[in-house]
């Protein structure tokens, strides 16, 4: 039996293990990690998409405990909140669920890539 095996696969580019959840709004209008109840309201910004989403980043907000990325609301592309280096992206969330969320475009992989 070999010691230690170690199977883990880390690929030092990749955001393996990140997920996107659904970020949880508490009465006083906080916004909580879905995992561990944490306030992650300080971590707005942009923070690491999952390999398979079709951004690098998505913005909104971050749980540095579970390596959730908890995305803020996007209802379509061009939603007049956003300024002009923000667009939207439909992702896939954990549970298989989809919906817009915002992205940074420099972020967005480009669709026309061979
Ligand atoms: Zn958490």
């Not at 199977?7 to 709004?25: C, D, F, K, N, Y």
């Not at 951004?55 to 909104?60: E, L, P």
Request: proline share 9%; glycine share 6%.
């Amino acid at each position: 039996m070999p010691e230690g095996s170690t199977e883990r696969q880390t690929a030092l580019t990749s955001h393996a293990g990140r997920e996107i959840a659904e970020p949880v709004r508490d009465d006083e209008r906080n916004v909580r990690c879905p995992d561990c109840d944490k306030v992650v309201s300080a971590s707005k910004g942009s923070h690491p998409a999952p390999d398979d989403a079709p951004t690098d980043r998505i913005w909104g907000w971050q749980c540095g405990v579970c390596e959730n990325t908890l995305p803020s609301n996007a209802l379509r592309e061009n939603a007049p909140t956003f300024n002009d280096r923000i667009t939207a992206v439909e992702v896939t969330f954990r549970d298989g669920s989809q919906r817009l969320v915002p992205a940074p475009k420099t972020h967005v992989y480009s669709g026309d890539q061979a």
